[in-house]
């Protein structure tokens, strides 16, 4: 049966196995072999990535057409109004083209993570808030581009959530083997976009 596995991926860790330069990698946490990430996350970013040795699932999970949902906690500098998040959810204009609906919402308190190892930058008089973003495509430093534009730089990303599975259990560096059922589950609910109609 493939394997597939949940890891939280702690803050300045490549999204990758080896690095030349000695930083810290994906080695580093998970000791199993034969398993690659479906997706990516980066650097600066924390949170949910899958690791699998299936293919199929592993495709399904990074083509663009099975626009499969991808939850993401996001504090951002300055507290976003109701217009700003309406624009986040409606699409942003970013210069690879408008970007998908998504489903945002401004939490009312922080979400209950672990502190990051490194501590946000901080400025003197300018508030900070949290955000869940829910997309449904993965362009490079999307939620980062995406919050910016709409004038809200992000100070911390976490991923929370890949289609049904989420970070629930984990702590940073920490993996857990998926259940048969939630293979299933993760292998089930998306379904791709029909192709354009040709003219």
Known sequence: ???TIKLYKPYDVLCQFTDPGGRAT???????????AAGRLDRDSEGLLILTDDGPLSHRLTNPRFAHPRTYLVQVERVPS???LEAL???VMLSDGLTRPAGVELLSEPPPLPDRPVPIRFRKNVP???????????RNRQVRRMTAAAGFPTLRLVRWSVGPITLEGLTPGG????????QQALG????????????
């Open 82 to 84: 109701p217009e700003a």
């Open 26 to 36: 994906l080695a580093d946490y998970m000791p199993v072999a034969g398993v690659y």
């Open 89 to 91: 959810g409606q699409g």
């Open 175 to 182: 993996w857990l083997d998926l259940t048969s059922e939630e």
């Open 1 to 3: 049966m493939p394997r």
């Open 128 to 138: 900070t808030a949290w955000i869940k973003l829910t997309l449904r495509e993965g």
């Open 188 to 199: 089930a609910f998306s379904t791709p976009e029909p192709e354009p109609e040709q003219s």
